[in-house]
């Protein structure tokens, strides 16, 4: 491209200040070239190296947006933007994506000149081949952490302006990949979008690493070092330290031989490994779980040994279901999820007595608990939105420790007062969502905690 022998190109519409502008640049020592009409412009774009375009917002058959998209497939040239307009302007990460600024009409040669100045020397290059779209169809987001190195998401990628505005960031042809996600962060955008339909299909897609579990073999000493591994891991636990040490004990003896029972399904081993090495922080909450709902049901003199070892069996595996879904999903917060990523994520219930199916050995019991696990005595559970006596007590039980796991993994650190605050959770639910027995049994786990509330 040669060297422009003008620093600006002017577009404008009805909205025409041109011969003003023109003066004022001039005045400045800057030099600016007119366009007098499209193809002048697009000839001009094409073949000089402007410092800056300005252009007014109103141009007939040239709304900004085109200019935009146009300038963007051409040269990264900073464009600015003169309005007389009162809506407000675009956010301030799509100026910077786009590389556009705005300045608003009517407004003094000293003003117009600094934001010339302030546009002309942006020496950062903006993303590539970003376009304004007006597409009004639903979006779904995914987190840009979703993504690692040399992974590449083959479809149309979008980022978010405004409400209800998007930036098409890249083309399904192209892919997402590391280079983009690397200049996204850089910019602090922490998620693209799909099109809803897209994101379907990017569901229907997902691993079918659970189908070809039945293939492998595991060593015993394999099964040996990962139960140790996982029972190093959740004795280290802060709350755990806050419990009376024989009852965590005995907690994890139960756990512990319910582990090695189960273990003697190579498939329920592989299934299990499989969630800690792709949702950790899933697998030791499932483990956590599976201990405090042992110590609950001594609480609440369930000593049947078949009670007590399907209800850790149902605390290991209750979000298993999670396996078939994308990790991005399964890592939202439910509080933060939109309302389409609560539709996928509530299928993991479904999908997880699936699973449990599939490997066998799970008693119809323990598939129940599963399937329980979210159902709410308010009737605002899911999946089937079952009350108060249509929902089985241990499932009760499940879903007060799940509760009070996902409420502590919310705070900034776990300590006293937190785990105070968990607890008040979830005494300020009974009559709602749960029980006034099982919450009792839950709070009685933390005897330390309530005897320093007392002392204090």
Known sequence: MKTSESDALLIFGKFDPSDWITEVLMASGLRATSASNLEEARDLIHSENFKVIIAGDEIEDWPKSEIINFVRKVAPTPLLFLSQSKQASDSLKAKSLLNFEVIQFPASPSDFLACVSQVSLKSHRPLPRCEMTNETQEFVSIPLEDFVCGKKLIYDTFLKIGISRFVKFTHGSDGLGSEQIKALKEKDISAVYLRKHDFVDYIKVSSKIIEKMAEKSVEPEKKKKFIQQSFTVLGRSVILGEMDAKDVSAALSLVNSTLNLIFKSEEAFLVLELLRNTHSHVFYHSLNLSVYVAMMANQLGWTSPVTQERLIQAA??????????????????????????????????????????????????????????????????????????????????????????????????????????????LENRVGQDYEQIYVASFKALFKKITMKTHAG
């Open 316 to 425: 290991l595996f209750h979000d298993i279901g999670l396996l078939k879904l994308p990790k991005i999903i399964a890592e939202i917060p439910e509080v933060d999820q939109t309302k389409e990523e609560k539709e996928i994520y509530q299928k993991h219930v479904d999908h997880g007595i699936e699973i449990l199916k599939s490997l066998g050995g799970f008693s119809p019991e323990v598939l129940t608990l599963v399937s329980h696990h979210h159902e709410s005595d308010s009737g605002n559970g899911y999946p089937q939105k079952l009350r108060k006596n249509q929902i089985t007590p241990q499932a009760k039980v499940i879903k007060i420790a799940d509760d009070f796991c996902d409420f502590m993994a919310t705070q900034k650190r776990v300590n006293l007062a937190s785990i105070q605050q968990g607890l008040r959770f």
